[in-house]
């Protein structure tokens, strides 16, 4: 059949959602140390085998993520520029006494998206709040620009990577619903007069290869950088999938994320930062950045076998309303709570399968009113969360940090009863922050 061709508008809020200045600077304030840990990990083959040993066995997905892994480490790495590009996710935290604090509820390491659409919305905010005849609060909304930071993480990685006629590859879905985010990115790459390409993980099986020195070709086009926007999630890998991703990761190109960095990403990953020594033993002679990262963990708890586990576990079922339970999985949508989270629990309270699973204090935002402006949905009050997103870009040649900083933010709200689930799985929308 014909591809259906439907163009929708990103859904956004009405107008801008007040955010507490004094959280927001904090959030920028610990992005490059988040991009340290997280290229930290990603170099760290001991701290992720002993971390995921116990995901491996019960989740499919991350042990064949992990063994691409070991088999590039053993044949040794062809890649020597290394681009991280990652999206630290963080709530505010309303206590019983009214006071807020920032909590990081993940930090994405493949595929963070939103960075160009959100380059666009204070734009759009700002012109809301002149037609409500209020131009001096209009005037204090922060540019924002994310898409720019991005690409400039890409070319330095492309221009590292030292191949003048080499180009960019975007790694893209087979059916793209947020293409108009990624097209953002890649104009600021034409315009440095950097090549880009899209190709899916099929037509990398059917067309890739790479030469003696593993340099990647793809329709003879030499490529230096591969930007994943894709291989996320299970759904995405048949046999042919995880060939090309192979090929992929034991090319040469600079691949964002390598797949260690992808595994650095996962839950279980995130658990494990927050015991007590473990980002002492990560960061070595770094305690502001330990500290300032702390700062920012919500209670974690693993669900191991053992006495620790089985504590929490009877804990989270008798006051599930305390609790988020979280899979190894990325996307949003994924999440369990209330109820439905006792039940998933006490089925698999005496299973191994549990470990595949992490436990996280749950977070009680104040709630504030907004329209959310959706395609095809009715245009009423809602009460709304925000969450608010750093984007960190990093760029690493051989030992040396050659790039680390903060690339921008993007706010994200959602009405209060959806309880889980992003923009792409169209629960959130996009919104600018008012710093208050």
Request: hydrophobic share 40%.
């Amino acid at each position: 059949p014909p591809c259906v061709q439907v163009v929708n508008y990103a859904p956004f809020t009405l107008l801008p959602s007040a955010v507490p200045e004094a959280l927001f600077e904090q959030a920028y304030a610990v992005q490059q140390d988040f991009n340290l840990l997280v290229d930290a990990i990603s170099q760290n083959k001991e701290f992720l085998e002993q971390t995921l040993a116990s995901t491996i066995k019960v989740d499919d997905f991350t042990a064949q993520l992990f063994r691409i892994y070991m088999q590039v480490l053993e044949e040794g790495l062809a890649q020597t520029v290394f681009l991280g590009i990652n999206r630290s996710d963080y709530m505010f935290d309303c206590g019983v006494d009214g006071t807020t604090a920032l909590r990081q509820i993940e930090i994405n390491t493949i595929a963070a998206s939103f960075g160009g659409l959100t380059s666009r919305t204070a734009d759009v905010h700002g012109l809301v709040l002149k037609v409500l005849g209020k131009t001096k609060e209009a005037s204090r909304l922060l540019p924002n620009n994310p898409s720019k930071g991005l690409a400039w993480g890409i070319a330095k990685a492309w221009e590292l990577y030292g191949s003048q006629s080499a180009v960019v590859m975007f790694l893209v879905e087979e059916v793209q619903r947020n293409i108009f985010d990624q097209r953002c990115v890649e104009i600021e790459l034409w315009k440095r007069n950097i090549r880009v390409i899209r190709r899916r993980f099929r037509d990398v099986f059917e067309k890739g290869s790479l030469d003696g020195s593993r340099r990647l070709y793809i329709d003879g086009q030499e490529v230096a950088v591969v930007y994943y926007r894709e291989g996320y999630v299970p759904q995405t890998y048949n046999q042919q999938n995880w060939q090309a991703r192979l090929l992929l990761e034991r090319s040469r190109a600079v691949k964002c994320p390598d797949i260690a960095t992808q595994l650095a990403g996962t839950k279980k990953v995130q658990q494990e930062l927050s015991r007590p020594g473990t980002l002492e033993k990560l960061l070595p002679g770094h305690p502001e950045a330990v500290a300032r990262v702390r700062a920012t963990f919500a209670g974690l708890y693993s669900l191991d076998e053992g006495e620790e586990g089985d504590k929490i576990a009877a804990t989270a079922i008798a006051d599930p309303e305390r609790f988020v339970l979280k899979p190894q999985r990325e996307g949003g949508g994924n999440n369990l709570y209330g109820e439905e989270l006792r039940q998933v629990l006490e089925k698999i309270k005496d299973s191994p399968e549990r470990t595949s699973y992490i436990l996280m204090d749950k977070i009680k935002p104040q709630p504030a009113l907004n329209y959310l402006l959706r395609a095809h949905s009715p245009l009423q009050v809602s009460e709304c969360i925000s969450e608010l997103g750093i984007f960190g870009v990093y760029v690493r040649q051989g030992q040396k940090m050659v790039l680390n900083k903060a690339a921008g933010h993007l706010l994200r709200t959602k009405a209060i009863e959806h309880a889980d689930g992003g923009v792409a799985a169209g629960v959130a929308v996009l919104d600018t922050p008012y710093l208050v």
